[in-house]
Structure formats: structure tokens, C-alpha cells
């Protein structure tokens, strides 16, 4: 009590206790209580209080509170051990969204029907023409400013450029190729000849991931697809069968060409940071 006021406060010793964090139980416990509901206490509880102190708790206490809160996949990335700053890149890859696994599923859909009506006793063609251009179109979207909402943030991030394009092609790899492979799954009647698509996906896509520091990752993606495409059309037209890239020798070429385009990748990897500074100085 102070005075002859009859009504209890903290005493000016517990508020600067209080104040430095060193008011321990049970004085803690009223002094919290009082608090809420005293103004004057408050008020005193100020006066005595560190105005740096004070600044410095607010600023972090705003800062929590205005942080991202991390998702389920960013979480579960952290939990098996990846660093913070890499699985908040990897989560926000933009071709890991629900619209973009929504359009994945609506053409392999459209694919298994063509195949499943055109039951030609050869091969699911549209199926397998189609099935690697999904992981390579999911590469090309997940990395650069006109497509990827964390550009910027991961142009400051302590990861290396080519570090993170690997992540996120290894990202996309992974949830294209379980896609395909699901859908794969509804073609049993055509065996191994299902899965042909396997290494002409690793095979278009490495070569995607080399011409991206000369051309960047939507141009190389594209002249990848085109060139894909061609070669289907010049294959169809001289074969009335299975198409060539989908024969054992077409299966052979595929796997030396994703080979050949890894060795390269490692031999360029050092050009993806400095075509990445330059795509950012110029987009500033």
C-alpha cells in the first residue's frame, strides 16, 4: 500500500523487477494480474522501464508476428533436416501450387483417354509424347523473375544459383514423375512400353538445364520442347510402328544424352550465378 490509499500495488522494487525480467513466482504471477487491470501500475511500470529495452521488445514482437507462418511442406522440409532458408525456397517453388498439379493431372487425363480409345496394340504415342514435356515445362516455371513470385529472394539467398535450380528441378522431377508414373499405372496392358517416357523426360529436361544460362529457363525449355516435338513428327512419318525414341535404341540415346547433359550441367554450373545476377541488374 502507499499512503493512505487502501488499495494494494506493486511495489516500485517489483516493477523494476518485473521490467528486467527478473520477477520470479509467486510476486510474478500477482504482478501479472494487477497489471492488466491497473492503470496506474502501468503507467509506473513505464516510467521505470528501459525506453531501448522497450523499442527493442516491440520490434520483435512485430516481427513474429508479421512472419510467414511456414506450411506443410516448408515444415516437413525443416523436420528432415533442410535448412530454413532452402525449404521456404523450395516450398514457395511456383510449379508445386495446386493449380499447376490440377493442370499436370487434366492432361495426363487427356493422354490415358487418347491412349486408352486409340488401343492400337503398339503404343500409347500421345501418352508417351506427351508425359515428358510435364517435368520440363515444371522446370522452366520453377526459376526465374517473370515466373517465380521468390525471384527476388532467392537472388539474395546464401544458396548458390545452382544449388537451388537443382533443388527445385529435383522438386519438380519428383512430383512429375510420380504423376506420370500413376498414370502409368492405367496403361498395364502395354508392360515396359508405359514407362518409355522415363528417360526421354530426364533426357529433355537435362538438356534444358544447360542452355538455360544462355538462353534462360522458359527460351531453353521451349527450343527443348519444339525440338522434341520435330523429332516425333519426323519419326511418325517414317514409321508406322512404335516411334523411334521409344524403341530399345531410342531408350539407349535418351539415357547417353541425360548422362552427357548432367557431365555438362556440372561443367557449367559456375554460369547460372553470373546469369542470374545479370537477369537481376537488368530487371532492377
Known amino acids: 500500500m502507499s499512503g493512505n490509499d487502501t ?18 513466482a509467486p510476486r510474478l504471477w500477482s504482478a501479472d494480474t494487477h497489471l492488466a487491470a491497473c492503470a496506474r501500475c502501468r503507467a ?18 512485430d516481427a513474429e508476428l508479421d512472419a510467414p507462418r511456414p506450411g506443410f511442406v516448408e515444415s516437413l522440409l525443416v523436420r528432415i533436416g533442410v535448412a530454413d532458408h532452402t525449404a521456404r525456397l523450395l516450398a514457395a517453388t511456383p510449379v508445386l501450387r495446386r493449380a499447376w498439379l490440377v493442370a499436370v493431372v487434366a492432361v495426363l487425363m487427356t493422354a490415358l483417354a487418347a491412349a486408352t480409345a486409340l488401343r492400337s496394340g503398339q503404343s500409347p504415342t500421345l501418352f508417351l509424347a506427351l508425359a515428358p514435356l510435364l517435368p520440363l515445362a ?16 532467392a537472388v539474395v539467398s546464401p544458396t548458390h544459383g ?25 496403361l498395364p496392358s502395354y508392360g515396359l512400353r508405359a514407362v518409355a517416357w522415363l ?31 520435330g523429332l516425333l513428327l519426323v519419326a511418325d512419318s517414317r514409321t508406322e510402328g512404335i516411334l523411334a525414341p521409344f524403341t530399345a535404341a531410342g531408350q539407349g540415346v535418351a539415357a547417353a544424352v541425360a548422362l552427357l547433359t548432367a557431365g555438362l550441367l556440372y561443367a557449367v554450373r559456375d554460369r ?12 532492377a
Not at 488499495?7 to 523494476?16: K, N, S
Not at 529433355?204 to 516435338?229: D, F, I, K, Q, S
Open 199 to 229: 528417360l526421354p523426360a530426364l533426357a529433355l529436361t537435362g538438356l534444358a538445364l544447360a542452355l538455360t544460362p544462355r538462353l534462360g529457363p522458359v527460351a531453353a525449355a521451349a527450343v527443348v520442347g519444339g525440338a522434341w516435338a
Open 272 to 283: 547460372f550465378d553470373s546469369s542470374t545476377a545479370s537477369t537481376h541488374r537488368s530487371a
Open 44 to 61: 509506473a511500470l513505464a516510467e521505470v522501464t528501459d525506453p531501448v529495452a522497450l523499442e527493442e521488445g516491440w520490434a520483435r514482437l
Open 7 to 24: 488499495t494494494w500495488h506493486v511495489p516500485e522494487d517489483d516493477l523494476r523487477a518485473y521490467a528486467r525480467g527478473e520477477l520470479t
Open 138 to 153: 515444371g522446370v522452366a516455371l520453377s526459376y526465374g523473375p517473370a515466373l517465380d513470385p521468390t525471384y527476388e529472394m
Open 162 to 186: 545452382f544449388r537451388l535450380l537443382m533443388i527445385r528441378t529435383v522438386a519438380v522431377l519428383a512430383t512429375g514423375t510420380a504423376l506420370d508414373g500413376l498414370a502409368t499405372l492405367a
